[in-house]
């Protein structure tokens, strides 16, 4: 199973970017994988998702535009770039990852890091 560890995450003021990486490990990075992102007494939403190759690649509606969503295969890594953040991004974001197409619903997922905490000010 592969292993994921997010990084990148931190304060940052509204209007600001910042990238998150989601590294891979224990097995061949072809899974695809998705970032999801849960804000304190809410549930976990879908941001964006990656197949395998990279060439398939779908937002929620609340981001697209906004962030991009990458994978390097060669290092194991995939990346969301989030630029023109809001203080409604504030959230815990997690990365996961599964066999097949990156489905929108987090309990298709079994596979998740720990998460990075976002935190946007206004």
């Known amino acids: 199973q592969v292993q994921l560890v997010e990084s990148g995450g931190g304060l940052v003021q509204a209007g600001g970017s910042l990238r998150l990486s989601c590294a891979a490990s224990g097995r061949t990075f072809t899974d695809a994988m998705s970032w999801f992102r849960q804000a304190p007494g809410k549930e976990r939403t879908f941001v964006a998702g990656i197949d395998g190759s990279g060439t398939y690649i779908v937002y929620s509606e609340s981001v697209k535009g906004r962030f991009a969503i990458s994978r390097d295969n060669a290092k194991s890594t995939m990346y969301l770039q989030m630029n023109s953040l809001k203080p409604e991004d504030t959230a815990v974001y997690y990365c996961?990852?599964?066999?097949?197409?990156?489905?929108?619903?987090?309990?298709?997922?079994?596979?998740w890091g720990q998460g990075t905490q976002v935190t946007v000010s206004a």
């Open positions: 996961s990852a599964r066999p097949g197409w990156p489905e929108l619903r987090g309990g298709d997922y079994d596979n």
